[in-house]
T-cell receptor, first 112, second 109 residues
Framework: NAGVTQTPKFQVLKTGQSMTLQCAQD?????MYWYRQDPGMGLRLIYY???????DKGEVPNGYNVSRLNKREFSLRLESAAPSQTSVYFC???????????FGPGTRLLVL | GNSVTQMEGPVTLSEEAFLTINCTYT??????LFWYVQYPGEGLQLLLK?????DKGSNKGFEATYRKETTSFHLEKGSVQVSDSAVYFC????????FGSGTKLNVKP
């Protein structure tokens, strides 16, 4: 099993450019999440999706949009990238009743 | 509200030393507790978990006991190895996940 996969692994953007981060899971999980990780701040939840067709804001949603394309895929879009969005982005998935979240390898984003 | 507090790092130990990383939590209900490990350049991996008070989670020589009376879930290992060098995150799950800020462990040969 591949688990949770993310593309791309690394991306450099200029301020104002847009891009979409892709995430897919093959564990048939209902819930999926997008986090950002910044030094000294742990992980902060951007958006999550409890099931196909639903999405909800997390702790830091401003500047991002998400799409739950189907049960497998959950994408994160930056419409107009800003230097403050330089970070490492992680996708995760989980399934009740097991609360464990399973993480992808991350996407490193640098916005110049 | 719900939150997790873990000791700041970095923690530097010699190989075969005893490890403790402290984690305390605040929760409005009865959460499940987790330790995740992140190796350089990788995503987070579940290390161990406990779902109710007095449960002990264990994996790869690491242990943590869910202490409701002290609201703690400290991570311990009797003899660390260089390969244990990583960042360790404590987390709780109660309707959603709450992560601590992470503790970096450096193990020297």
């Amino acid at each position: 099993n591949a688990g949770v996969t993310q593309t791309p692994k690394f991306q450099v953007l200029k301020t104002g450019q847009s891009m979409t981060l892709q995430c897919a899971q093959d564990m048939n999980h209902n819930s999926m999440y997008w986090y950002r990780q910044d030094p000294g701040m742990g992980l902060r939840l951007i958006y999550y999706s409890a099931s196909e067709g639903t999405t909800d804001k997390g702790e830091v949603p401003n500047g991002y949009n998400v799409s739950r394309l189907n049960k497998r895929e959950f994408s994160l879009r930056l419409e107009s990238a800003a230097p403050s969005q330089t970070s490492v982005y992680f996708c995760a998935s989980s399934e009740e009743p097991d609360e464990t979240q399973y993480f992808g390898p991350g996407t490193r984003l640098l916005v110049l | 509200g719900n939150s997790v507090t873990q000791m700041e790092g970095p923690v530097t130990l010699s190989e075969e030393a005893f490890l403790t990383i402290n984690c305390t939590y605040t929760a409005t209900g009865y959460p499940s507790l987790f330790w995740y490990v992140q190796y350089p350049g990788e995503g987070l991996q579940l290390l161990l978990k406990a779902t109710k008070a007095d449960d002990k989670g264990s994996n790869k020589g690491f242990e943590a006991t869910y202490r409701k009376e002290t609201t703690s879930f400290h991570l311990e290992k009797g003899s660390v190895q260089v390969s244990d060098s990583a960042v360790y995150f404590c987390a709780l799950s109660w309707s959603k996940f709450y992560f601590g800020s992470g503790t970096k462990l450096n193990v020297k040969p």
